[in-house]
């Protein structure tokens, strides 16, 4: 077995990971500021014309029902609001910021596939719950953030854990902090943090494996509950893939009745495909 | 809410089919709404339009031999996905009740 590793031997390889664009994490930094300058802001994002095509065609896609087809990041701005702009913005610069690093075993893909249905399962739970359905999208999509940070920082330890994962059929938490001696969602606020998140988006990422820990706050009970159903409805088709413990807690603070949850399994495959498409181009 | 619909190669579209969903062309124009009975002149225009495939409603009554094979293959990986929770364990509460949904919403309320 190999040395355990500590959060600070996380924190210290940070600034080893890729950066996102400038832009974006002005937007991350911002995050408290309303009063952004949006024109400034709108021409910064489109002088990264993949980053502005990605943002358009998710702010074209069913996810918003928008009437219109929107053509620039000022016009998205204008029908869907800074605030959803925004974590648009964020999400299509995240999903193309970790490049493929030689982790064996280790599928970028299938990882992107689980946390792309993850938003749009909890931005459906949101709406249904009426809580803030962009910060649910934007945290489900995080939610995992950290194996990233893992497989990127330290891949050779991280095959380790895959191997130590299929060998004993556990699941990934256990082969992480079995192997490593820390697992993905330390890493995730160790990248939090170095990232200027919000505190929201903190709690959901540390609390979406114990959401019922008290003030690990409501945003973790979504994320935590749109997980569980992700992993249920098989969405990204891995072969031995785990449901992971369902914290009655969280469950319960959803409250939501059966016919409701039958239409959020609909609604989350049909949305799950459609933002896949764009994201995962 | 399993697939009631067929996509074809417009060649294989014969006229009395029912279009599943709205046709759209390659600038989103819709050509036709859906539930449209397609005709053989309307078949000869889509063709004119560029179309190449479209969805139409699949009304063949389904296998059943196939039907019940399939509903195995959904308990059966459900019950793989679940493999690490019991359903005989009441503090599991959360996960039974989620287990239980999802073989509902994938085969139907008798079954759950």
Known sequence: MSEQLSYDDVVKNLDDLPSLPAVVMELLNSVDQEEIDIAVLAKKVSHDQALTAKTLRLANSSLFGLQVKVTTIQQAITFLGFQSTRNLITAAAVTGCFADKLCPGFDHGQFWRHSIATAACAKVLARHVRFNQDYAFTAGLLHDIGRLVLVSTFPELYAEVIAYQKENDCYTLEAERAVLGIDHVEAGLALAEHWNFSDTMRLAIAGHHEPGTPGAGFLAAIVHVADAVVHALDLVQKPDDLVPSVSPIAWKALNLGEDTFLHLFRETELQYEEIAMVLMA | ?112
């Open chain 2, 1 to 112: 809410m399993t697939g009631t619909y067929r996509h074809l190669p417009l060649a294989k579209v014969e006229p009395g089919m029912v279009l599943s969903d709205e046709l759209l062309d390659k600038h989103g124009q819709v050509l036709l709404p859906a539930g449209a009975q397609l005709t053989e002149r309307m078949l000869e225009r889509l063709h004119d339009h560029g179309i190449e495939s479209l969805a139409v409603v699949d009304d063949t009554p389904p296998d059943p031999a196939q039907t019940a094979a399939e509903r195995e293959a959904h308990l059966a990986r459900i019950g793989v996905l679940f493999r690490r929770h019991d359903p005989a364990n009441g503090e599991d509460s959360a996960a039974n009740t989620l287990r239980k949904l999802v073989t509902e919403f994938r085969v139907g309320k008798e079954a759950a």
